[in-house]
C-alpha cells in the first residue's frame, strides 16, 4: 500500500507509513487468532491429541496454556518484524523504548481477546472445514469494520459504531497517539478489552463446565 500510494508526509515530520503501519500490523495479527488458532484447537480436539498425551502424565490445560503462549510469542514476532521491516524499508518512525513497550504490550492484550474468542468458536464448532470458512468471514467482516481497506472516518457511520465494539479497531486506528507518543494508554480501549476479557472468559468456562458434564 505504501509503495503503491507513496509514502507521502503526514506533517510533524511523520509519514504515510507511519499511519498504515498500525492498519498492516492489525492485518496480521487477526488471521493468527480468528483463522490459525481456531483451527488448531479443533483438530486437537478432534483427534484427541490432548487426550493420547495425557497417558503419558501431561497435563491438558498446561499443553493448552503452553500452545496459547506460543501464539502469543507468534503474535509478538508478526509485531515486531512488521516494525523492523517498516523501519528499513520505509524508514518508520520508531517511538522512544517506554512508548514502543506501551504499543506492543496493549497489541497483544488486544491479541489475548482474539485467541479468547477463537478458543469459544473452536469449542462449539470443533469440524476444522467449518471452522476455516467461519473463520474467513469473521476476519474480513474485522477488516471491514476497523477500517482495513479504507479510512476509518470514511466507513458508514453504522459501521463505525459497530466498529467502536472491536478492540482491533483501536490497533489499527487509536494507537497512532501512542506511536506518536502522544499517550502512553488508550483508556476507552483497556476498558472496552477488560469488559470483553470478563464476558469471554465466563462463556468459555461456562462451555467447558457443559463439556465436561456432557462427558459424565
Aim: some cysteine; glycine content about 6%.
Amino acid at each position: 500500500m505504501v509503495t503503491s500510494y507513496g509514502n507521502f508526509d503526514i506533517g510533524n515530520g511523520y509519514h504515510f507509513v507511519d499511519k498504515y503501519f498500525l492498519i498492516s500490523t492489525g492485518m496480521g495479527m487477526l488471521p493468527i487468532s480468528l483463522i490459525s488458532f481456531p483451527i488448531w484447537l479443533g483438530e486437537s480436539l478432534q483427534n484427541q491429541s490432548y487426550k493420547r498425551l495425557e497417558y503419558f502424565g501431561l497435563k491438558a490445560h498446561h499443553m493448552v496454556i503452553s500452545d496459547v503462549f506460543s501464539y502469543v510469542l507468534l503474535t509478538t514476532l508478526s509485531i515486531l518484524a512488521n516494525i523492523v521491516f517498516g523501519f528499513i524499508v520505509y524508514g518508520l518512525n520508531i517511538p522512544s523504548v517506554g512508548y514502543l513497550f506501551a504499543y506492543v504490550i496493549q497489541c497483544l492484550y488486544c491479541n489475548l481477546i482474539f485467541l479468547l474468542f477463537g478458543a469459544i468458536i473452536a469449542l462449539l464448532v470443533k469440524n476444522t472445514r467449518i471452522l476455516m470458512p467461519a473463520g474467513m468471514v469473521l476476519l474480513f467482516s474485522s477488516y471491514i469494520f476497523t477500517g482495513a481497506f479504507s479510512s476509518f472516518s470514511d466507513l458508514p457511520e453504522t459501521f463505525q459504531s459497530i466498529g467502536r465494539f472491536i478492540p482491533m479497531k483501536y490497533v489499527m486506528n487509536d494507537f497512532f497517539e501512542i506511536w506518536t507518543e502522544t499517550e502512553l494508554v488508550n483508556v476507552d480501549f483497556i476498558l472496552l478489552n477488560t469488559a470483553l476479557a470478563a464476558v469471554f472468559t465466563l462463556i468459555l468456562v461456562l462451555i467447558l463446565i457443559a463439556n465436561k458434564k456432557r462427558k459424565n
